[in-house]
């Protein structure tokens, strides 16, 4: 089978060593037909994505962001929308005000920072997006006007505080809300109905003629499951979690060592029909 289009998570995934896109991978990816889909799939917003899509000379490209719950066509059209209530965003902030955990708040094209302190700065170095420094009730009254809820709320903080929340939440809201432990002081929350592999299938549906059997994904977190599952080839960085490689057809390198490169270097001429 040849595939049509690429589909990748960004952190822990092709992002390399430096949180950025190595050389080797640009040339690869350079390669491919400028008409070749690159979508790109992640936690982020999409302003943290789209400067990635410039620099593989990929945009504008379609975009998964908040793991699905906001997609973006190549033409900034909103083909998915769906948030977490604001009730919800209101009692995990409540849970959260007594502690020393660190809440950010994302909103379609919208990031919220109440804190300039080593958690805010972190994520704008990484992700190279200013946020909107507003408290964070104010947002809530904000979004409270506008009838509107969090695409993506995410806590950082200690190992020991980043567990309990996920324990409080999981034990009341596992229905509603996804949890990710992207890592053991960060704590990624989103809609439960959407995932990157329902956001994946509007986007095809909406702008392609051939379905998730010929796209090739790459991931390495819990977010990434669904999406590997659900295309023609599922591929898992070296790096990913266990569960992640269980359910990939192919493990690559880690993401270090250009895992995505390589395989999209030993499938190009074979798979890609290129």
């Not at 992700?127 to 904000?142: F, R």
């Not at 959407?194 to 977010?223: Q, W």
Request: with cysteine.
């Amino acid at each position: 089978m040849n595939f049509k289009a690429i589909c990748s998570d960004i952190d822990g995934t092709l992002l390399n060593s430096e949180r950025d896109l190595s050389p080797r991978l640009k040339s690869i990816i350079g390669l491919f037909p400028k008409e070749f889909p690159v979508i790109l799939a992640s936690s982020r917003m999409p302003d943290a994505m789209r400067h990635l899509l410039l620099d593989l000379g990929k945009h504008p490209q379609s975009l998964i962001s908040y793991n699905g719950g906001f997609v973006l066509s190549s033409k900034g059209e909103i083909l998915e929308d769906v948030s977490i209530p604001l009730a919800l965003v209101e009692k995990i902030l409540r849970l959260t005000e007594k502690t020393e955990i660190h809440v950010s708040l994302y909103q379609g094209e919208n990031w919220y920072e109440e804190k300039d302190d080593y958690w805010s700065q972190r994520e704008i170095k990484n992700t190279k997006v200013q946020c909107t420094w507003m408290k964070a009730m104010d947002v809530l009254e904000l979004w409270n006007k506008v009838n509107s809820g969090a695409h993506k709320v995410m806590c950082m903080g200690s190992s020991q505080d980043i567990s309990w929340l996920f324990g409080e939440l999981h034990w009341e809201h596992a229905k509603d809300l996804h949890l990710y432990r992207s890592s053991d002081t960060y704590l990624e929350i989103a809609p439960r109905a959407i995932s990157k592999a329902t956001g994946l299938r509007k986007i095809l549906s909406h702008e392609f003629d051939f379905g998730m059997d010929e796209v090739i994904a790459f991931g390495d977190n819990f977010n990434d499951i669904d999406l590997l599952q659900s295309v023609g080839w599922g591929v898992a960085v070296a790096n990913a979690r266990p569960e992640v490689k269980a359910v990939a057809k192919e493990v690559t390198s880690h993401h270090k060592e250009d895992g995505v490169a390589a395989t999209l270097e030993r499938f190009r001429d074979v798979k890609f029909g290129l």
